[in-house]
């Protein structure tokens, strides 16, 4: 498949209502925040995480394997389990591979090239793939073309510790001594995040392949992003607005910046905390865009 030939910057807008969007471990799992301002925080890897979950999901419900859309990155698989398909592919081992090289000098981009067509996360973000960093390979990090920023929220958040009980009790010991068990968990009562992201077509040309339809897949994965992923834990999350900046070439009619700044989230109303995606008002600024960028909303 041929790869984008245009530039894309976008914005997501989601929230969350009784949950929490994205735990710290260093801090007993209380969603995440900015201590100098009380923004709230998600990170680029609970989002892409999400993303990729979305895209296997796709994947494995379809009739047929489609080959190009495994996921490099996924739970219980070793990534030099990963690796090693691009070995077997080139007919080459751990041991052998550096010995080739001397030969086949273009055998990185050879390695690169085979795990970029075969797995839709290093196609779309890259990678750091450690087995080949160690074999001393050029291949071992690959840039991809779409990356995204930490959502940040729109207001100050107010996390809230709940505590809980259950009646089941964990041992026979416990069981004599006490009736019910005490827990707690971190809720955001309400937050309204705001996510940037960037899709460089040049990086897409020159190193991923990343095509047309993977972009859709990405704007289809980031609008049902939350849709498979419900917990108690997290509450009610929801993807409200894509917002994409779509450029007419490959390097961009404008900053990505300024692109950013025609799009306004205010609070309605500002005595009262919001509790609603309707407590908001969304403004894009369609006369500042500058001429040769479209814009679409995706809902």
Known sequence: MEAIKNRYDFIVLFDVENGNPNGDPDAGNMPRIDPETGYGLVTDVCLKRKIRNYVEIVQESKPGYESGYDIYIKES???????????????????????KKKDDPDIDR??????????????????????????????????????????????????QEVTITRVAITTEEDKAKKHTEMGNKFIVPYGLYRAEGYVSANLARTVTGFSEKDL???????????EHDHSAARGKMAVRELIVFAHDNELGCAPAHKLFDTLSVERIDRQKPARAYRDYRVTLRQEDIPEGVQVRRLV
């Open 110 to 159: 050879a390695i690169r090239d085979f795990m970029c067509a075969n797995f839709y996360d290093i196609r779309t973000f890259g990678a750091v793939m450690t087995t080949f960093v160690k074999a001393h390979l050029n291949c071992g990090q690959v840039r991809g073309p779409v990356q995204l920023g930490f959502a940040r929220s729109i207001d100050p958040i107010v996390p």
């Open 77 to 99: 698989i070793p990534l030099n389990t990963s690796d090693k398909k691009a070995y077997i592919a080139l007919d080459v081992d751990e041991k052998t591979v550096t010995e």
């Open 216 to 226: 859709e897949l990405l704007w289809e994965a980031i609008l049902n992003m939350f």
